[in-house]
């Protein structure tokens, strides 16, 4: 199993611009996460998604999209690059076990990341 | 709301040395703790994990324990190698429905020195 992969590995951009970061897990997993990590500020959830044709927003969603139109595939999407969004950015995938009544453990598995400068 | 502090960094201390790792936390309910590592260039990978008080996560030489009572997670290991010079994070996720959100601590950047 190749678990979760990102594509590209690097990317640099110019202000305006747009571009899609793919995530892609052959885990079968049902929940999937797109985080941001900035020094000294660990990392900090964008968007995610419990299931297939779901998501919702996270910490800091603000200027990002996303979707999730196959279970396996979880796309970042930035319509228009600023200089703040200069970031690595990390995707994750989850299962969810039921421990007892109403309790769930989960662990997140996360891709190598995508390093991405704004101009 | 939840929230994660680490004691900040650099840690650096030379092989074979005593590993302390300091995590607390903030919760509503009764959430899973995590350790994650961060290896130069790479993603995180999860090192330890415990989902109840008093349980202990151990991996790789490492442990912690899930203590209630000091909403504490510290991370320890008794010999220090090179190989183990990362970014560790602290991390926690509420248990109160399936598709949790994991919350981060800002991690602590280790040093082994030979």
């Known amino acids: 199993n190749a678990g979760v992969t990102q594509t590209p590995k690097f990317r640099v951009l110019k202000t305006g611009q747009s571009m899609t970061l793919l995530c892609a897990q052959d885990m079968n997993h049902e929940y999937m996460y797109w985080y941001r990590q900035d020094p000294g500020m660990g990392l900090r959830l964008i968007h995610y998604s419990v299931g297939e044709g779901t998501t919702a927003k996270g910490e800091v969603p603000d200027g990002y999209n996303v979707s999730r139109l196959k279970k396996q595939n979880f796309l970042l999407g930035l319509e228009s690059a600023a200089p703040s969004q200069t970031s690595v950015y990390f995707c994750?995938?989850?299962?969810?076990?039921?421990?007892?009544?109403?309790?769930?453990?989960?662990?997140?598995?996360f891709g190598p990341g995508t390093r991405l400068l704004v101009l | 709301g939840n929230s994660v502090t680490q004691m900040e960094g650099p840690v650096t201390l030379s092989e074979e040395a005593f590993l302390t790792i300091n995590c607390t936390y903030t919760a509503t309910g009764y959430p899973s703790l995590f350790w994650y590592v961060q290896y130069p260039g790479e993603g995180l990978q999860l090192l330890l994990k415990?989902?109840?008080?008093?349980d202990k996560g151990s991996n790789k030489g490492f442990e912690a324990t899930y203590r209630k009572e000091t909403t504490s997670f510290h991370l320890e290991k008794g010999s220090v190698q090179v190989s183990d010079s990362a970014v560790y994070f602290c991390?926690?996720?509420?248990?109160?429905?399936?598709?949790?959100?994991?919350?981060f601590g800002g991690g602590t950047r280790l040093m082994v020195k030979p």
């Open positions: 991390a926690l996720s509420d248990q109160r429905g399936a598709g949790n959100m994991l919350t």
């Open positions: 994750a995938s989850s299962y969810s076990v039921l421990l007892q009544a109403s309790r769930f453990q989960e662990t997140q598995y």
């Open positions: 415990a989902t109840k008080a008093d």
